[in-house]
């Protein structure tokens, strides 16, 4: 069995801090302009260690991220270093800046992730993504095993797919920078139906409340509405039927209670109502 590879030590004060997220933070190195870490929190090194490796793997089969670099510690956190994107913005910044813009941000990064889910990949390289919320389900500790069996009955039925599956699709987590855009925070990367990852989408968007989306998303909740509005038909179609889209991409947005759940190791109210038609 092939060893992990051992963190090599940085020191900090080389860096500026960036920016932080829910399971760490990041920064930009001083003096060399292509290079950046992403910092885990204290006891997530294992964590850090899985996003490395699959980002690697993500990176060579030419799905569009920041080239992953090797594991850092700074002596208390492991992390990652990335090449870094000069001038980067997310999609959920960009809008916040300029919310009139809503629309054709929305747009674009609908485009981006109609492009991602019909890119197949060799399915031995990832994970299922039922096989993830399975594992999920199971180490999840706020549901009771009456949900949990409605629960996995509802993943056991999703149709099956072998296309990409970014496992964590905020839209603060696809970037761009000139005319080129990036995804990134790939740790949850995984294949199946793209549903599981438009969940997150509509969460973001429409579940989500005001004080978190003012905060993390930096926008108002009537702006991530409207993204909403407008991603949904660019990525379905002016064509499609949005209500009956809406209304199943809403039960996988409450499935995404256990990616929340398991991060911040609290049960979700706000997510979970979205699973009434599942567990009444």
Not at 82 to 104: C, L, M, N, T
Not at 231 to 245: K, M, R, S, V
Request: aromatic share 12%.
């Amino acid at each position: 069995m092939k060893e992990a590879p051992q963190p090599v030590r940085i020191d900090l004060a080389d860096y500026d801090y960036a920016g932080e997220g829910a399971n760490g933070s990041s920064y930009n190195h001083k003096s060399d302009p292509d290079v950046m870490i992403k910092l885990y929190n204290p006891g997530k090194g294992e964590q850090a260690l899985d996003e490395l490796l699959v980002a690697q793997k993500v990176y060579a089969i030419g799905i569009p991220t920041p080239e992953p670099g090797e594991l850092v510690t700074d002596g208390e956190r492991i992390g990652i270093r990335f090449r870094r994107i000069s001038g980067k913005k997310s999609f959920s910044r960009a809008v916040g800046d300029d919310p009139s813009r809503v629309a054709e941000y929305a747009a674009e990064f609908a485009q981006m992730c109609r492009q991602l889910h019909a890119t197949r990949v060799d399915t031995a390289l990832f994970e299922n993504v039922k096989d993830r919320y399975f594992r999920l389900l199971e180490q999840n500790p706020f549901f009771t095993p009456e949900e949990k069996e409605k629960l996995a009955a509802f993943i056991r039925q999703a149709p099956d797919a072998d296309t990409a599956i970014h496992g964590d699709l905020q839209y603060s987590n696809a970037i761009f920078a000139g005319g080129k855009r990036y995804f990134i925070d790939l740790g949850d990367f995984c294949y199946g139906y793209p549903m599981f990852d438009l969940g997150m989408v509509y969460l973001c968007c429409n579940l989500s409340g005001d004080d978190f989306i003012r905060e993390v998303f930096h926008m108002e909740k009537d702006t991530a509405r409207a993204f909403w509005k407008a991603f949904a038909p660019a990525y379905f179609g002016p064509d499609a039927d949005l209500e009956a889209l809406e209304a199943e991409v809403r039960l996988y947005a409450g499935l995404k209670t256990l990616i929340v759940e398991r991060d911040t190791r609290c049960p979700m109210p706000e997510f979970r109502v979205a699973l009434d038609p599942i567990l009444k």
